[in-house]
């Protein structure tokens, strides 16, 4: 499609919501409105699509909701939208309402969704990486997982608090079904005594090593990725076979993550991504989503978008080496 014919950019939210999606809609609807472009915004995600669900974003009440966690857009799982009938009827709603381009904020499997709409509609998609969990392939950070990571320190340094009273063994369960980023950035920041993620086969051997001696005035504090194939419950029972004099307690941090104010690094990503993504439309791209890499603007195809993204080999060393108990001479 050219350029001069994108007069009416449709955007919507799908999947988690996660902090700094505000954001990203307030960039992309600013930066249209300089070039006379209309910028509609779907309700629920694909759902909003399917059932026509869209109202008219304008920048200047977007601006004052940057600071807003969540999504004014609200956001949905959509089943319907996996079923070809389904993206049938999307299109009906893009035909309808005569929308030029399309912009999803989500993760990997918005982008999945994309490539199969791609298939029976020939408007340009772009996609923003929206997920605290930073699982997503083709940027440094995702939408929300710097918001998340602090949430996630702020409460673990409370629960410390609390551990140092009673000199108690604290597991803390953080967001991450696939990815340990969100365990392994808030454990190495908090000081953790043992930090558990997806990623690694050897942290729960370090983490059983620590423990099983540990009689201290000190609080020992595990933090688990939920995605983690041990478990905080598992995790507990092990404890107490190797060690059953400790004082235990499981807190589950859960979606207390997801929301709150996005942070600075957050904001910012939001405004760069939205603006970006705008850019691409305007410049002839399509079917890809807009990244950072070494904090430099990074273009990447959804065929390669939708691969985990694993934590790096540099994490994976932090984590061993802290991880690692320290040996009597």
């Known amino acids: 499609m050219s350029t001069n014919k994108i007069k009416h950019i449709g955007v919507f939210t799908s999947g988690g919501d996660s902090p700094g999606m505000n954001a990203a809609l307030y960039a992309i609807t600013k930066s249209p409105e300089v070039n006379g472009i209309k910028v509609s915004g779907f309700r629920k995600g694909y759902e909003g699509l399917i059932d026509g669900d869209l109202v008219q974003l304008k920048s200047h009440e977007l601006q004052k909701l940057t600071q807003k966690g969540g999504t004014i857009l609200k956001t949905a799982r959509s089943k319907r939208f996996l079923e070809l009938e389904g993206r049938k009827k999307a299109l009906q709603t893009l035909n309808a309402n005569k929308i030029d381009a399309l912009i999803a904020i989500g993760g990997d499997g918005t982008f999945k969704g994309l490539l199969a709409f791609s298939e029976i509609c020939n408007i340009p998609f772009i996609g923003i990486p929206g997920t605290i969990d930073n699982d997503i392939s083709g940027t440094d950070y995702t939408l929300g997982f710097d918001s998340a990571v602090n949430t996630a320190i702020e409460n673990i340094d409370k629960i410390r608090d609390t551990a140092e009273s009673h000199n108690r063994v604290?597991?803390?369960?953080?967001?991450?079904?696939?990815?340990?980023?969100?365990?392994?950035?808030?454990?190495?920041?908090?000081?953790?005594?043992?930090?558990?993620?997806?990623?690694?086969?050897?942290?729960?051997?370090?983490?059983?090593?620590?423990?099983?001696?540990?009689?201290?005035?000190?609080?020992?504090?595990?933090?688990?990725?939920?995605?983690?194939?041990?478990?905080?419950?598992?995790?507990?029972?092990?404890?107490?076979?190797?060690?059953?004099?400790?004082?235990?307690?499981i807190t589950k941090l859960g979606h207390v993550q997801r929301g709150g104010n996005p942070s600075a690094l957050d904001r910012m990503l939001g405004i760069r991504l939205g603006v970006a993504a705008v850019n691409a439309l305007l410049q002839g791209r399509s079917n890809v989503m807009a990244g950072v890499l070494n904090n430099q603007l990074h273009f990447t195809s959804f065929e390669e978008v939708v691969k985990q993204h694993e934590v790096n080999k540099e994490l994976k060393e932090l984590l061993e080496l802290f991880g690692k108990q320290k040996r009597e001479k």
Request: charged share 30%; net charge negative.
């Open 170 to 249: 604290f597991i803390v369960e953080v967001m991450g079904r696939d990815s340990g980023y969100i365990g392994i950035h808030s454990g190495l920041m908090v000081g953790a005594d043992a930090i558990l993620i997806p990623e690694s086969d050897t942290d729960f051997m370090y983490l059983l090593d620590k423990v099983k001696n540990y009689d201290s005035e000190d609080a020992f504090l595990i933090v688990v990725s939920e995605g983690d194939e041990i478990g905080a419950e598992l995790v507990s029972s092990k404890i107490k076979e190797v060690n059953p004099n400790v004082d235990l307690r």
